[in-house]
């Protein structure tokens, strides 16, 4: 080949290579959490998180006492009834909440500055208590009222009375988020960049170390007035602080007209954003993370079953389609998150582990999987470690692999 035309290419092709590597960089190389709770602000307390695992393991104690009786509710295969039911207890004592956030905007309401001035200070102690105490979920952080001109101020004062405690505190952490609602524009994002280096600058805080996440519930989010998605552009314009796009199941439905009886995370027009989300986060690093069902696992025994069940068969929809975040906001449906989603990973592990080790030594699996495949496959796994539907003993034993080599199978930096 000549290499003058070699030279060539890599002249002309230069920019869309910088491009490619700038905007999409792949895997950020931690840990997706499976669900986000959301927690009123006035409700919030230091305590809120044991409560909530203690209401958690008090429905399941009373609506699923046993392996046998949750199966016959949750219709669980026999074969991971046991090991499922014995997981999720696990979870609920170890980790009954991955990722936290409280909520200063539809949770909250509207209500007089000076007291979302004081909810905000207290949310921010309580915070900063369970921070330093070593009790907070791995992820946490707050929700505020959006950029529009009516909330505008009021966000961001609350933005800067939370975050001014928790650095207080010393309790800012790798694992603080901030979701930013109801965005309707690039400009947004842009603008609360700005935001974001104030505060930062103000309380000492390192330069981009406070991340947030895009909240997806309105049309301007998902289609621009010129025809174009501007998640891409809104991406882009977070300047490597955008984590996530959360998709906002009741806000988007209403405002595309769907009577309120027919909202929910399957209708199409949810679908549809969700589709677009996907497409737009591919490749960027950025998570995507589903809406809630608002049929609350309480009342009855068949009123919580019932509720189980619906909770339960959309979180599976969730994952099957490739999204592995959603939304939690009660506590009875900590249950039913964890069901679906350890039954989900011990159900696909068998044959996840004999592709992947077929994939590693050459063998014959049944399947011929290309190495693209191969990286779904180490993601699929490292995602069931991650959350506890899985251990390394049987991944040692199944597959033959450690994490780091599934991390370089997946494409990915380690995990934290």
Not at 23 to 29: A, E, I, K
Not at 75 to 87: C, K
Not at 131 to 158: C, D, F, M, W
Not at 336 to 343: D, E, G, I, K, P
């Amino acid at each position: 080949m000549d290499e003058a035309l070699l030279a060539e290419l890599d002249r002309r092709l230069a920019d869309a290579d910088a491009a490619l590597t700038t905007l999409y960089p792949g895997d950020r190389g931690v840990r997706q959490p499976i669900h986000t709770v959301y927690v009123p602000a006035d409700r919030f307390t230091s305590g809120t998180v044991g409560e909530w695992a203690e209401q958690a393991r008090a429905v399941l104690g009373e609506h699923g006492r046993s392996a046998e009786e949750l199966a016959t509710v949750l219709d669980l295969p026999a074969g991971h009834a046991v090991e499922v039911f014995d997981r999720v207890h696990a979870k609920l004592e170890r980790e009954p909440i991955e990722d936290l956030r409280i909520d200063f905007e539809d949770g909250y309401g509207n209500r007089p500055d000076e007291q979302e001035d004081k909810a905000a200070v207290s949310a921010g102690q309580a915070l900063a208590e369970l921070i330093n105490a070593g009790a907070a979920p791995p992820y946490h952080g707050l929700r505020i009222k959006s950029l529009e001109a009516p909330s505008r101020r009021r966000g961001v004062q609350t933005l800067t009375l939370f975050v001014s405690e928790l650095a207080e505190a010393g309790a800012l952490t790798v694992g603080f988020v901030i979701t930013l609602a109801k965005v309707t524009s690039v400009d947004q994002i842009s603008a609360m960049v700005v935001v974001l280096d104030a505060v930062e600058q103000t309380n000492g805080v390192a330069s981009g170390s406070l991340k947030f996440e895009i909240q997806v519930e309105t049309p301007q989010a998902i289609l621009g007035s010129d025809g174009a998605t501007p998640l891409p552009a809104m991406i882009r314009a977070g300047a490597g602080r955008v984590t996530g796009l959360h998709y906002g199941t009741y806000d988007y439905s209403a405002s595309l007209g769907i009577a309120a009886a027919y909202q929910s995370m399957e209708h199409p027009v949810a679908d549809h954003a969700k589709d677009v989300m996907q497409l737009a986060a591919a490749g960027t690093g950025v998570f995507v993370c589903d809406g809630s069902t608002n049929v609350l696992p309480i009342g009855s025994r068949e009123q919580v079953h019932a509720a189980w069940r619906l909770h339960q068969r959309l979180v599976r929809r969730s994952l099957e389609r490739g999204i592995y975040q959603g939304w939690d906001m009660h506590p009875a449906q900590l249950p039913s998150r964890y069901v679906a989603t350890y039954l989900f990973y011990r159900e696909g592990l068998a044959t996840a582990a004999a592709r992947l080790r077929a994939y590693v030594e050459g063998g014959d699996s049944g399947y011929l999987d290309e190495p693209a495949t191969a990286a779904a496959l180490a993601g699929f796994v490292l995602r069931g470690l991650e959350c506890g539907a899985l251990d390394t003993a049987e991944l040692d034993k199944l597959i033959g692999v450690d994490t780091a080599g599934l991390a370089r199978l997946a494409r990915r930096p380690l995990r934290s």
